[in-house]
């Protein structure tokens, strides 16, 4: 209405008329409330067992000019002590991690869920990046990222000593700093630590753990008490233990039952993938990956406790480097020894079963959204992550549908975003790492065909 007064009484604004829109599209604002799901509980967390030495002092969070100052003293002497817990994933509890833990059946531990605990992050203003110098920003960039577990109750609390910290990197024996590790012969600079920790709960009880760093790792993880009746057994079991960073480890500890493996499905530069399985991918031996979301849809099926050992060649040529270069670190003149365990487990590729199947995905959004309008260049990226998947929706819900022949769809959520443009006047257009979700829903049997999709929203306005 705002919109339609504006175009009968402003000259000039004559197009701001909605009835005058493209085949009568409405391109709606991302706070709009008609395009926001609505959000029936959200949380906010705060991991009770990370100390306040690691944190900045709640006032000067509120004042830009108080967390610049906080912050420049810190990054004076590139210190990244402080953490920020972000990029939560959330799986209802397994009875087999009950279990482990020695939780009562009355205990009121309902979920499990992860988090991403680091002093890296593009999470500020524009105003207190832009008072940062290079040197201070690559040590943000090469900052320590930690895997934080909490159980929470049945009202998304956290269960009280039930939160952990840990550094999976150094568990696995990584104790490089990230930097310089994919060209044989070339430093290349692209920090590579693991960061975007992500679970994912198997009809079986057993919980995959996801890492994005060079493409994606998963592993199967084990989490006990030292108190439980079943401690040693686990323990013992344990192909890695994680060193407890903050939290308490006589109450829970956190490791894998094998080592990571890593997911090349998707190239070098893949990364989050949303693992589920369907009823005719249920067996604890495989799962599967939903390796691009959009614009298309490619799903593998994989057997994540099986991998196949492969040369640093085949990956160093997947980088673009020359076969000549590449094969050099299969040779024993390769000193790579401060890699190495970080170059094992990109050797380890998960093993595949069949071909990725791979659809296009054909449909129009639900809802147009403003920058269509407002921008002469692309504002968003096209290629979408995904961000949660999978819940089952049927018929129920469907209702009478078209869109499907089966009696139900998976739903899950994407991302895209700005993304960081050389251009100055498209970034001061459009600033860069501002995130819009969208629900999409797919078909539950191969080629697992995109069916539906919303256009974009802004979580924070839900």
């Not at 201070?136 to 159980?151: E, K, M, V």
């Not at 499905?265 to 249920?282: M, P, R, S």
Request: net charge neutral; charged share 20%; with cysteine.
């Amino acid at each position: 209405k705002a919109a339609a007064f504006v175009a009968r009484s402003v000259d000039g604004c004559a197009s701001c008329d909605p009835a005058l829109c493209p085949n009568g599209t409405i391109f709606h604002r991302f706070d709009s409330a008609r395009i926001s799901p609505k959000v029936l509980r959200g949380m906010t967390y705060l991991l009770p067992s990370v100390s306040s030495s690691a944190r900045i002092p709640p006032l000067d969070v509120r004042n830009d000019d108080r967390l610049l100052n906080y912050l420049t003293e810190l990054w004076k002497n590139k210190s990244t002590d402080f953490l920020f817990e972000y990029n939560p994933s959330v799986v209802q509890l397994p009875n087999k991690v009950r279990r482990s833990l020695g939780l009562q059946q009355s205990d009121d531990a309902q979920y499990l869920a992860s988090f991403r605990l680091s002093a890296a992050n593009e999470c500020f203003s524009d105003y207190i990046y832009s008072n940062i110098t290079n040197e201070q920003w690559r040590a943000i960039r090469w900052a320590p990222n930690y895997l934080g577990l909490a159980l929470l109750r049945s009202d998304l609390t956290v269960v009280p000593g039930y939160d952990v910290v840990v550094d999976v990197e150094k568990g696995i024996g990584i104790t490089d700093d990230g930097r310089g590790i994919l060209k044989p012969k070339k430093v290349d600079v692209v920090p590579y630590h693991f960061m975007d920790y992500r679970i994912y709960a198997a009809r079986d009880g057993t919980i995959w753990l996801s890492v994005n760093a060079v493409s994606v790792q998963l592993g199967p993880l084990l989490i006990w008490s030292p108190n439980c009746s079943e401690s040693a057994a686990i323990s013992s079991s344990a192909a890695v233990t994680f060193p407890t960073i903050h939290g308490d480890p006589a109450k829970i500890q956190v490791g894998l039952s094998q080592n990571f493996s890593t997911v090349w499905n998707g190239g070098i530069n893949g990364k989050n993938y949303a693992l589920f399985q369907t009823d005719e991918v249920g067996s604890m031996n495989e799962v599967l990956a939903e390796i691009n979301t959009w614009p298309l849809h490619q799903v593998a099926r994989l057997r994540p406790l099986e991998h196949d050992v492969i040369p640093l060649s085949e990956i160093f040529r997947s980088r673009g480097e020359k076969p000549h270069v590449a094969e050099f670190a299969d040779t024993p003149s390769f000193q790579a020894q401060r890699y190495r365990s970080r170059y094992d487990m990109w050797r380890r590729r998960v093993r595949t079963v069949g071909n990725m199947t791979t659809s296009e995905v054909d449909i129009e959004r639900a809802h147009a959204t403003v920058e269509e309008l407002w921008f002469e260049f692309s504002v968003f990226t096209e290629t979408q992550h995904g961000g949660a998947c999978c819940i089952s929706v049927g018929s129920q819900l469907l209702g009478p549908s078209s869109i499907t022949e089966y009696d139900h769809v998976l739903v899950g959520v994407t991302h895209s975003k700005v993304p960081y443009r050389n251009d100055a006047n498209k970034r001061r257009l459009a600033p860069h790492h501002h995130y819009v979700s969208s629900f999409y829903a797919f078909e539950p049997r191969p080629p697992h065909r995109i069916v539906a999709g919303s256009g974009y929203f802004f979580l924070g306005f839900s």
